[in-house]
């Protein structure tokens, strides 16, 4: 299972772009990269997977560098809403049991 | 949006006793899960389940807990006899695809399980 290693906690501005690093030197051939946000009291919430290079949606992009031992969740211009904890997943295709949710990074974004 | 839902959300129970957990996926979707989550810790994964049977299960999921879909819309985690660090969050997720083909998971809201 590839290991992720993510900040503990960051704290951001409103309006700022905030970027989460999560480092997993160990990924293999096959493992994709997937964030997931969560709320208090709420199960997590999927934000965006890749493979390689960059994935943009509509809340936000995904960093890949070409050896893929880290990657980079960022998001622009956060709001007091987006205060949550930031998970990495590293696992290979169909594989649930090997989608290990770590301790997370705890954003705060302040007003 | 279509969402997972989950009842009940707060239960508590004795231990010793049975405990039915439920949930209701998404409708279209294929693939259900369970995870928990002890409060303050990691979102572990217990189980997935597809077509009627498991996929996957983790460490955690021993012969205490079993997963069944009744029917055609609900999806059931029940722990036979509870003990107190059985007292977790326990999350249920649907996706339409397997679980890195989209890699999107969908987590109802969750049901809180205190084990007295």
């Known amino acids: 299972l590839a290991k992720t290693t993510q900040p503990i906690s960051m704290d951001s501005y409103e309006g700022q772009e905030v970027n989460i690093t999560c480092s997993h030197n160990?990924?293999?051939?096959?493992?994709?990269i997937t964030w997931y946000q969560q709320f208090p009291s709420q199960g997590p919430r999927f934000i965006i997977q890749g493979y390689k290079t960059k994935v943009t949606n509509e809340v936000a992009s995904l960093f890949i560098p070409a050896d893929r031992k880290s990657s980079t969740l960022s998001l622009p211009r956060v709001s007091l809403s987006d205060t949550a904890v930031y998970y990495c997943l590293v696992g290979p295709p169909g594989s649930a049991r090997q989608l290990t949710f770590g301790s997370g990074t705890q954003l705060t974004v302040l007003p | 949006e279509p969402e997972v839902t989950q009842t009940p959300s707060h239960q508590v129970t004795q231990m010793g006793q049975e405990v039915i957990l439920r949930c209701v996926p998404i409708s279209n979707h294929l693939y259900f899960y369970w995870y928990r989550q002890i409060l303050g810790q990691k979102v572990e994964f217990l189980v997935s389940?597809?077509?009627?049977?498991?996929?996957?299960k983790s460490e955690i999921f021993d012969d205490q807990f079993s997963v069944e879909r009744p029917d055609g819309s609900n999806f059931t985690l029940k722990i036979r006899s509870t003990k107190l660090e059985d007292s977790a969050m326990y999350f249920c997720?649907?996706?339409?695809?397997?679980?890195?083909?989209?890699?999107?998971?969908?987590f109802g809201e969750g049901s809180r399980l205190t084990v007295l």
């Open positions: 997720a649907s996706s339409e695809a397997g679980v890195f083909d989209t890699g999107e998971l969908f």
């Open positions: 160990n990924i293999a051939t096959n493992d994709y």
């Open positions: 389940f597809y077509n009627n049977e498991i996929s996957e």
